[in-house]
T-cell receptor, first 118, second 111 residues
Framework: DGGITQSPKYLFRKEGQNVTLSCEQNLNHDAMYWYRQDPGQGLRLIYY???????QKGDIAEGYSVSREKKESFPLTVTSAQKNPTAFYLCASSIAVPLLGTSLIEQFFGPGTRLTVL | RKEVEQDPGPFNVPEGATVAFNCTYS??????FFWYRQDCRKEPKLLMSVYSSGNEDGRFTAQLNRASQYISLLIRDSKLSDSATYLCVVNILRGFQKLVFGTGTRLLVSP
């Protein structure tokens, strides 16, 4: 079955530690995204990548880093510089948006990783 | 002002009821519009894209009013399984999908 996988489902981290969240997709999508969701807030974009070996900062990139060495994989590292890392992290992917044409393109989400900093 | 605003609810309705959610967006250049559904502690899933002329999918109807910058979702004949949080989502860029999510409206359908 095609889809997006994220691991682990739950992650506990001590303050001051870096941690890497995995995101893999077999949908052959070019674009991938990382969001975080906090209670009472909408999803916020951390980083996105439209193509392999390229990625851009989203709205709340401080304290995070990513890589996109393979089309299928877009891991997110939460560094010790992130002040409030406890959140629900969601990875998504989509086909690339054509410059001309519809932008009504679905983003497919992985099941998420719940990160708790102790 | 938030880019996408929704009433958080919860909306408590009995089975079989009709319920409507509204959502307003602030960026008049917004390109496309969606409703996503999110179950408790799960990932969001696309419910419907919203077309300019409005569109219907079974019991669900979505409308877009660009002049007033709001989007609506109507659910008819509510089922218990419709209980979830409904996220209003707006794409604000052309040529790239930069989605802005509302905080969601929670719906609880009771027997």
């Amino acid at each position: 079955d095609g889809g997006i996988t994220q691991s682990p489902k739950y992650l506990f981290r001590k303050e001051g530690q870096n941690v890497t969240l995995s995101c893999e997709q077999n949908l052959n999508h070019d674009a991938m995204y990382w969001y975080r969701q906090d209670p009472g807030q909408g999803l916020r974009l951390i980083y996105y990548s439209q193509i392999v070996n390229d990625f851009q900062k989203g709205d709340i990139a401080e304290g995070y880093s990513v890589s996109r060495e393979k089309k299928e994989s877009f891991p997110l590292t939460v560094t010790s510089a992130q002040k409030n890392p406890t959140a629900f992290y969601l990875c998504a992917s989509s086909i690339a948006v054509p410059l001309l044409g519809t932008s009504l393109i679905e983003q497919f989400f992985g099941p998420g990783t719940r990160l708790t900093v102790l | 002002r938030k880019e996408v605003e929704q009433d958080p609810g919860p909306f408590n309705v009995p089975e079989g009821a009709t319920v409507a959610f509204n959502c307003t967006y602030s960026n008049s250049a917004s390109q496309s519009f969606f409703w996503y559904r999110q179950d408790c502690r799960k990932e969001p899933k696309l419910l419907m894209s919203v077309y300019s002329s409005g569109n219907e999918d079974g019991r669900f109807t979505a409308q877009l009013n660009r002049a007033s910058q709001y989007i609506s979702l109507l659910i008819r004949d509510s089922k218990l399984s419709d209980s979830a949080t409904y996220l209003c989502v707006v794409n604000i860029l052309r040529g790239f999908q930069k989605l802005v999510f509302g905080t969601g409206t929670r719906l609880l359908v009771s027997p």
